[in-house]
């Protein structure tokens, strides 16, 4: 649970809210809470990846389209005119900003998988599960 100056579930026996622990044991440990913001973390780069790599795309098929335009009047992007250099240039922030998202995402989506991957069988138990399975019968009551 979150850590507030409002009484817990667990505060009954203790009503002066003091979480004291034991020696040596921390409540919150570090590799705890870096695996509380790993999956938002995944699912967030995961995400921005994606869009990052449509727009990519949407701005490759616009330089294409554009070049294709151009070249339409006999004219090559190539060319060294300050109106074919415009051409070229007219995606290079988006695609640059695209690209440095890209990586960035990818990285923070690659590091939250691999704390979840290194933390995937330290998931505490649950205080209240007594081991037994519930069926559907049990849950309706027949």
């Given amino acids: 649970m979150e850590d507030n100056a409002a009484p817990q579930p667990s505060d009954a026996n203790n009503p002066g809210g003091n979480h004291s622990t034991a020696p040596g ?10 695996v509380a913001f790993a999956r938002p973390a995944l699912i967030a780069g995961a ?20 070049a294709a335009a ?13 109106e074919a250099r415009d051409i070229r240039e007219l995606y290079s922030g988006a695609r640059i900003g695209g690209i440095i998202a890209l990586v ?12 979840l ?11 209240d599960d007594d081991g037994e399975d519930y069926d559907l019968d049990d849950l309706t009551g027949r």
């Fill in 117 to 127: 991957y290194l933390n995937r069988g330290s998931a505490p138990a649950d205080e």
């Fill in 70 to 82: 151009y070249s339409v009047t006999g004219k090559s992007v190539n060319d060294a005119t300050d």
């Fill in 47 to 66: 995400v921005i990846a994606v869009i990052c790599i449509g727009l990519l795309i949407v701005i490759f098929a616009l330089d294409s389209f554009n």
């Fill in 104 to 115: 960035i995402s990818g990285v923070v989506a690659l590091a939250a998988a691999v704390v």
């Fill in 25 to 34: 044991a921390s409540e919150h440990s570090s590799g705890r809470s870096l």
